[in-house]
């Protein structure tokens, strides 16, 4: 399955969070600013999980956004 056949799909919250989350890990390089790498990093420190961890809550957040309400990415 395609993440677009999840997004047209009749699929639930649960659903779209066992997809993103489902498979292998892979390890990924990305480039951000250091500035961005750091508040983040303080972020998820203040949050008590790891920066790998709070990057995928945000990417999840974003892909699943009723996941992200009121959820562990969510600010605040």
Known sequence: M???E???GNTT???KQE?????EMTAIT???PKNLKDAAAERASLKGIS???YARMCMIADLA???GKG????VG
């Open 2 to 4: 395609k993440y677009s």
């Open 71 to 74: 959820g562990a990415a969510s």
């Open 30 to 32: 990305i480039r951000i």
């Open 65 to 67: 956004p009723e996941a």
């Open 51 to 53: 920066f790998s961890a």
């Open 19 to 23: 997809f993103l989350t489902g498979g």
């Open 6 to 8: 999840l997004v047209e």
């Open 13 to 15: 919250l649960t659903e």
